[in-house]
């Protein structure tokens, strides 16, 4: 059972997502959190580097694994997700950068690197606290709907809708990367407690499909049912389809 909580709008569901992670560094300030990119989380970064600032957080001890990464950019590249991380958040903060973990995408041995991401996170004890997002397709990480649920981290081939969603980000769709390394559903299964979040309308189908649909590969973040310890905060807008037939 997922457990929802329904915000305002963008920025209340930014600030109780902050909350949880906060509360969740406050009682272990070693955690091990499990980190998200894309639009959704930015916000809730913001209030974390701004409680940060303020003196009433502390990411000294805080370790971190992100979900996932694409293949063949550079670390520095403006897209990739080393770059966002250290722009939305790792810059900001007293987090030891030593402590962070993005698959490398610059690495062309796709076994390789999948393996050392795979063992790095079992190395840290699993994941205290995973944060994610739902792509439109009900993408989690980059988990694209499938015919089988990935267990490890392992390299992708990005769905067409997704290559569309991302495509803003870039000049160009054709510069938008088609592989990725990805963190598998099984690690993210395996983390303690995991917080999913979501705002705006475009979202509304993909949430119900979530929460109502059959659990199947074809909707990847409907696996999150079967874990006992997950929460969605989501706007009223992500919402709006839940309760109508
Ligand atoms: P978004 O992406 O936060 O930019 O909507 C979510 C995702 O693809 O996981």
Same mark, same amino acid.
């Given at each position: 059972?997922?457990?929802?909580?329904?915000?305002?709008?963008?920025? +209340?569901? *930014?600030?109780?997502? !902050?909350?949880?992670?906060? #509360?969740?560094?406050?009682?272990?300030?070693? @955690?091990?959190? /499990?980190?998200?990119?894309?639009?959704?989380?930015?916000?809730?970064?913001?209030?974390?580097?701004?409680?940060?600032?303020?003196?009433?957080?502390?990411?000294?001890?805080?370790?971190?694994?992100?979900?996932?990464?694409?293949?063949?950019?550079?670390?520095?590249?403006?897209?990739?997700?080393?770059?966002?991380?250290?722009?939305?958040?790792?810059?900001?903060?007293?987090?030891?950068?030593?402590?962070?973990?993005?698959? +490398?995408? *610059?690495?062309?041995? !796709?076994?390789?690197?999948? #393996?050392?991401?795979?063992?790095?996170?079992? @190395?840290?004890? /699993?994941?205290?606290?995973?944060?994610?997002?739902?792509?439109?397709?009900?993408?989690?990480?980059?988990?694209?709907?499938?015919?089988?649920?990935?267990?490890?981290?392992?390299?992708?081939?990005?769905?067409?809708?997704?290559?569309?969603?991302?495509?803003?980000?870039?000049?160009?769709?054709?510069?938008?990367?088609?592989?990725?390394?990805?963190?598998?559903?099984?690690?993210?299964?395996?983390?303690?407690?995991?917080?999913?979040?979501?705002?705006?309308? !475009?979202?509304?189908?993909?949430?119900?499909?979530?929460?109502?649909?059959?659990?199947?590969?074809?909707?990847?973040?409907?696996?999150?049912?079967?874990?006992?310890?997950?929460?969605?905060?989501?706007?009223?807008?992500?919402?709006?389809?839940?309760?109508?037939?």
């Amino acid at each position: 059972m997922i457990k929802i909580v329904e915000t305002r709008d963008y920025n +209340d569901m *930014s600030r109780k997502a !902050a909350n949880v992670i906060s #509360a969740q560094v406050i009682l272990k300030p070693d @955690s091990v959190l /499990g980190l998200a990119t894309g639009s959704t989380p930015v916000g809730c970064y913001q209030t974390l580097v701004h409680w940060c600032e303020k003196g009433d957080l502390d990411f000294s001890k805080v370790r971190t694994v992100n979900l996932d990464e694409y293949q063949g950019l550079e670390k520095w590249h403006d897209q990739s997700y080393y770059y966002f991380m250290r722009e939305n958040l790792f810059k900001y903060v007293n987090i030891n950068l030593d402590n962070t973990n993005i698959p +490398d995408g *610059s690495n062309p041995d !796709a076994e390789a690197e999948c #393996a050392r991401y795979h063992e790095l996170i079992e @190395s840290m004890g /699993g994941i205290d606290l995973q944060l994610l997002g739902i792509g439109n397709n009900g993408h989690i990480g980059f988990n694209e709907p499938a015919d089988v649920f990935a267990d490890k981290t392992h390299k992708v081939e990005l769905a067409e809708s997704t290559i569309d969603a991302n495509a803003r980000f870039f000049k160009d769709r054709d510069e938008v990367p088609r592989f990725a390394y990805t963190m598998g559903i099984g690690e993210i299964m395996s983390a303690k407690k995991i917080l999913i979040i979501a705002s705006g309308k !475009a979202k509304a189908p993909i949430i119900r499909e979530m929460i109502k649909g059959p659990v199947t590969p074809k909707v990847p973040a409907s696996i999150l049912r079967f874990h006992p310890d997950v929460t969605l905060i989501a706007d009223v807008d992500a919402l709006s389809l839940l309760n109508k037939e």
